[in-house]
């Protein structure tokens, strides 16, 4: 099995959403090597599959036909809360924290956030689950 390449986040940041077939392409890519990441696995096709729900469509083969020829703007509170909804639970938290990169407030130096313990405990737990 091939291991995805790690991305660096700053490009990862520019593919959270998309209005485009290349940016679908890339999203889906980008999904998959978090999902890696993680220690999740989630083959291509479903963060394909992902992708194209939460940009609204009804799957893959829909969301590149109506991309192909012409951009589209996507509400991103919907895009978020489709996303969240079509995948299953142990994958919630790292996409939710990816998501929200950079937008939790810090409350020390260290860089940790008030929500790191809410959000860490059940990814580790939810992955041991995974695992066993």
Not at 6 to 13: F, H, I, V
Not at 42 to 48: D, E, K
Not at 65 to 86: E, K, M, N, Q, T
Not at 113 to 122: D, E, G, K, T, W
Request: with cysteine; proline share 6%; glycine share 6%.
């Amino acid at each position: 099995m091939r291991r995805a390449a790690r991305l660096d986040p700053a490009e990862m940041k520019d593919a959270r959403m998309f209005s485009t077939l290349e940016g679908a392409k890339k999203f889906a890519k980008n999904l998959k090597s978090l999902f890696d990441d993680s220690g999740i696995i989630l083959p291509l096709n479903r963060c394909q599959k992902a992708a194209a729900i939460a940009g609204g469509f009804r799957d893959w083969h829909d969301l590149s036909r109506s991309l192909a020829g012409s951009d589209r703007p996507v509400d991103p509170g919907a895009f978020r809360r489709r996303l969240i909804a079509f995948l299953p639970q142990p994958c919630w938290i790292p996409v939710l924290l990816w998501l929200d990169e950079g937008k939790l407030e810090t409350i020390d130096g260290e860089g940790l956030s008030h929500n790191y313990y809410r959000a860490v405990a059940p990814y580790v737990f939810s992955s041991s689950v995974i695992h066993r």
